[in-house]
């Protein structure tokens, strides 16, 4: 994507995304994972409130004009989309008409080298959406190479985990994004014409273990649970199969679609009553939008409409 700032970045399914929200004015809108503000905006131009978070500082400063565009429509909390349910609380904001959540690093993280999210520009090896906290470099360089090759197999599906951690572990100190994609290639006889760098997954797998990545998500799905009303509209966008597996089932349990028991296992009768409604099959990005933006290929979207049943997580 372009790194013009004049220019708003496109969030992959705009369009089936806001449809999915259906946003109407009035209604309050919850935009868990600001980025440019993308979303936002399109809620927005339906005129409902916007209330959106991002744990990139980067992110909220850049938004300040958009607040003040929006007129008191735009609310931006600087914090993780799991504390959604009580940042929400404590500005009695709650509950929600729709969430939306776009799940991974955005474009704008992945245009800044000084960021190290990415291998195309060498940079510091950083990662960290938050800005604060274990760097990718402090990860690399402190672990052992059990825990390396663990997190490179568990959220990279790297089949050759064990050899990139033991090539990890001998190149140390690690200090740029450079340094780590040529260890990767090494390690895994990496050939210029090959289709797909071998660095790609292992850059995932250190990302989302920096980040929580994962563990936000689950949390962040629970908290829109919460966060809610009756008839309130969930949209998430997931970028790879371990993120959209994670709401798949989510959505599966929470609306009463768990597989069901044999006559040898038979399932205990459920205690609780489903708190979504699926509303939609996978949805993917058409071939329009994919030559204009091929990062949309990767892209899942799934809705559900929340029910009236109390959360299966409640208020601690």
Do not use: C
Request: net charge neutral; hydrophobic share 45%.
């Amino acid at each position: 994507m372009s790194g013009d700032a004049t220019m708003p970045h496109i969030p992959v399914l705009l369009d089936e995304v806001i449809d999915a929200l259906a946003p109407a004015p009035g209604e309050r809108h919850v935009d868990a994972t600001f980025g440019a503000g993308g979303y936002t905006r399109g809620i927005l131009a339906r005129g409902a409130q916007v209330i959106a978070f991002d744990r990139d500082p980067d992110a909220i400063d850049a938004g300040g004009a958009l607040v003040e565009e929006a007129a008191g429509a735009l609310v931006l909390v600087p914090a993780t989309f799991s504390a959604m349910a009580e940042e929400l609380a404590a500005r009695d904001l709650s509950p929600v008409d729709g969430v939306t959540m776009d799940i991974g690093v955005s474009s704008m993280q992945l245009d800044q080298s000084a960021r190290g999210f990415s291998f195309q520009a060498d940079g510091p090896l950083d990662m960290r959406m938050s800005q604060a906290g274990m760097s990718a470099a402090d990860f690399l360089n402190g672990a052992d190479e059990e825990a390396i090759a663990d997190v490179l197999y568990r959220y990279g599906e790297e089949p050759k985990s064990r050899r990139i951690a033991r090539a990890v572990v001998a190149a140390r100190p690690l200090a740029t994004t450079a340094q780590f994609a040529a260890v990767v290639r090494k390690a895994l006889g990496h050939r210029p014409h090959d289709k797909k760098d071998p660095a790609t997954r292992a850059f995932q797998a250190v990302r989302i273990h920096v980040n929580g990545e994962l563990d936000q998500l689950e949390r962040g799905l629970e908290a829109a649970e919460r966060a809610l009303k009756p008839g309130g509209r969930l949209a998430v966008v997931t970028f790879h199969s371990l993120e959209d597996r994670i709401v798949k089932r989510f959505l599966r349990d929470r609306s009463g679609g768990a597989p069901g028991g044999s006559r040898h296992m038979p399932v205990a009768a459920p205690t609780r009553a489903p708190t979504f409604e699926i509303t939609s099959r996978a949805v993917r990005a058409g071939e329009q939008e994919l030559a204009a933006n091929p990062r949309a290929r990767s892209a899942t979207l799934r809705t559900a409409r929340r029910t009236g049943a109390a959360s299966w997580v409640l208020e601690a």
